[in-house]
């Protein structure tokens, strides 16, 4: 086992103070400081042949799972877990949890008159002065590390949400209606902001399409599950809210369907990789929360099942690693490097989406006719070290104060990351490339549009036309045309030309001809 001290390389690069600040009520320190130089702030060489005491000592520490931390009351200490563990323990525990603690979502009262404002430093002006009247007016339940954040939802609305409403409208009529009902599921629905914005959009434009509209939220805090059934229940009554980790979702849903995911994947937890330098192995890391109370990352071989599925899908998809050199002089750098001195022999790390994976892995078993709509942020700076690396960042007197590791006090900071969408992309659709079956082992309902008998049977492939950037068919299930062409795959779009195509731009148009909602969330992207 491989030992990296990130803790103590230093919590801040800026403001290092924050370290006693944010530990002072558990008597943990930043630094572990010996007489002997156990810690070496800038080590990136490790021990691949084996460890010294301390690595034996975390090496009989017991491997936990976030889900087995979720009853305690505070950070256990002695024990050992996996990154994406380390993460969701960190965001979501019930107890000390950062989104079940010290998080709050910014929402304007009322919409923001984009056609009255003059020109971008206005803009920011007024989005200043209802950030500070919202964050006034909220009871500090905890002041410590709380943080108040915007998504696009809220600072667009209602126009950002109608977009998406005109996105999946402009689908359904094309596919499904008047043959199927609507059915939209939205995990992790924050306010209930996107899902007010769409239903009221369907009723005002589309009211054919409103009165066969099925909406299901699914979302793992309790209290943000409340805050949605007061919003949307008196408009909107037939809205199903599911208050469930969605992953623990077990009901098969047979019918088309659109599953939307918006600003929500960052903070899916991460695993960590890293590969040794000379056979290109790849490593696990792992988080130790130790006894004397620090917090350090260790590496081990890789053999977590759900990190190595998903560098087999990654394989699948002929995609390499971004941090492995692949050149033919490649093993002869590797040697003559090896006699260099500090020359370290593990890459540097790289974060892999494992748990975006399990929820498309999810979506392809139990709802095997979704559209998936996802959207969030492809590139983040101020991130820690690392490919994909993730921000890790607090607040402190009202400023967001990025720290420089991943080894933080859980529960006192956000983590969130940037998302790979092109190689998500690929790797969706080799998920979804199976033939999904539900759990009883029967294939999924068939659409009233198909034909009586199964267009497979007549053999798919013979419509050579319509194979390039389809799936696979389904038995029984055939497109408006009749024919058995399979679904469309998935396409990546940037923020803005997702809302110029489907939004209305003029009205979030500023009198100087600038448009914020265009202009903002240029590092985001939209998979649909």
Request: with cysteine.
């Amino acid at each position: 086992m491989l030992r990296h001290n990130s803790l103590v390389a230093g919590i801040l690069r800026k403001h290092r103070s924050w370290c006693h600040y944010a530990f002072h009520q558990s008597n943990r320190r930043c630094f572990s400081v010996r007489r002997t130089d156990e810690f070496n702030f800038n080590r990136d060489v490790y021990d691949l042949e084996g460890g010294d005491a301390q690595d034996d000592e975390i090496g009989r520490y017991p491997c936990v799972t976030a889900e087995q931390l979720a009853r305690y009351k505070a950070p256990p200490k002695g024990v050992k877990m996996l990154v994406r563990d380390f993460v969701q323990d960190s965001l979501y525990n019930p107890n000390y949890g950062y989104f079940s603690q010290r998080a709050d979502i910014f929402s304007p009262v009322d919409p923001i008159k984009f056609n009255e404002i003059s020109e971008a430093a206005e803009f920011d002006a007024v989005v200043g002065r209802l950030y500070q009247e919202y964050d006034s007016n909220i009871d500090p339940r905890n002041v410590t590390g709380r943080q108040v954040w915007h998504t696009p939802v809220e600072l667009f609305k209602p126009h950002y949400g109608e977009a998406i409403a005109q996105c999946l409208v402009s689908e359904y009529l094309l596919k499904y209606f008047p043959y199927e009902d609507l059915h939209i599921y939205e995990v992790g629905a924050g306010n209930g902001t996107l899902a007010r914005n769409i239903l009221d959009f369907f009723q005002r434009n589309y009211p054919e399409v409103y009165e066969r509209t099925q909406y299901h939220i699914i979302e793992i805090s309790p209290r943000l599950a409340e805050r949605q059934r007061k919003l949307l229940l008196p408009q909107h009554p037939f809205v199903k809210i599911h208050n469930m980790d969605v992953f623990s979702w077990s009901v098969p849903v047979g019918s088309p369907c659109y599953f939307l995911a918006v600003e929500v994947v960052d903070n899916f937890p991460h695993d960590a990789i890293r590969y040794s330098v000379r056979r290109q192995q790849p490593y696990q890391g792992l988080v130790a929360l130790t006894e004397r109370g620090t917090i350090e990352e260790v590496w081990e071989p890789a053999k977590d099942p759900l990190i190595l599925r998903y560098l087999t899908y990654r394989n699948a998809a002929k995609i390499k690693s971004p941090i492995v050199s692949y050149s033919r002089l490649a093993p002869y750098l590797h040697h003559v490097r090896r006699f260099l001195p500090f020359a370290p022999n593990l890459t540097s790390p790289e974060y892999i989406p494992t748990k975006l994976m399990t929820l498309l892995e999810l979506l392809s078993r139990h709802f095997p006719l979704h559209r998936l709509l996802l959207t969030d942020f492809f590139h983040l700076p101020d991130s820690v070290e690392g490919h994909n690396a993730p921000v890790v960042q607090t607040r402190l007197k009202n400023e967001m104060v990025p720290c420089s590791t991943l080894a933080v006090q859980p529960g006192y900071f956000d983590i969130f990351f940037p998302t790979p969408f092109e190689t998500v992309r690929e790797i969706y659709e080799i998920i979804m490339s199976r033939l999904p079956l539900s759990p009883s082992g029967q294939a999924p309902r068939p659409s009233p549009m198909s034909t009586s008998a199964s267009p497979l049977r007549m053999g798919a492939d013979f419509f050579t036309a319509n194979k390039h950037g389809r799936r696979k068919p389904l038995d029984g299930v055939t497109s408006t045309s009749g024919l058995p062409v399979g679904q469309r795959q998935s396409s990546v779009y940037l923020h803005r030309e997702f809302m110029e195509k489907y939004g209305d731009i003029h009205a979030t148009q500023l009198k100087s001809g600038e448009n914020p909602m265009l202009d903002f969330y240029q590092n985001v992207k939209v998979l649909f």
